[in-house]
Nanobody, 123 residues
C-alpha cells in the first residue's frame, strides 16, 4: 500500500506559477512510477505528466508541454509538478498517482491515488 498526499494548490493569476508536491508513505516510493492527473468540473480525469522511478523518463500531455515540469526526490519520497505560465484552463483538482511501471497515461492503470489539491487560475 502507498499513501499519497498532495499539497501546494491555490489561487493564482494567469501567467503565474505554482509547485505541487505529493508526499508518499508506505511501501518503497522509489520503485514506483508516478503520475499527475487533473479533473475539472464536469470533465473526466485527464493525464498531465508522468515520471519513471529513476527520473530517466518523463512524459507530458500536449496541453502542458513546455509549461509544466515533473520531478521527484526519492530521498524525500516526494514527486513535484512545477507549473509555469498557468492558464485559466489549467483550473482543476490535481491528483498524484502511483503504479509499478512507467508508461501509462490512463487513470485506470494507476493503483494508488492521493486526495487531490485544487488549483484555480484566474484570468
Amino acid at each position: 500500500q502507498v499513501q499519497l498526499v498532495e499539497s501546494g494548490g491555490g489561487l493564482v493569476q494567469a501567467g503565474g506559477s505554482l509547485r505541487l508536491s505529493c508526499a508518499a508513505s508506505g511501501r518503497t516510493f522509489s520503485v514506483y512510477a508516478m503520475g499527475w492527473f487533473r479533473q475539472a468540473p464536469g470533465k473526466e480525469r485527464e493525464f498531465v505528466a508522468s515520471i519513471s522511478w529513476d527520473s530517466a523518463y518523463t512524459y507530458y500531455a500536449d496541453s502542458v508541454k513546455g509549461r509544466f515540469t515533473i520531478s521527484r526526490d526519492n530521498a524525500k519520497n516526494t514527486v513535484y509538478l512545477q507549473m509555469n505560465s498557468l492558464k485559466p484552463e489549467d483550473t482543476a483538482v490535481y491528483y498524484c498517482a502511483a503504479r509499478r511501471t512507467w508508461g501509462a497515461i490512463s487513470a485506470d492503470d494507476y493503483d494508488y491515488w492521493g486526495q487531490g489539491t485544487q488549483v484555480t487560475v484566474s484570468s
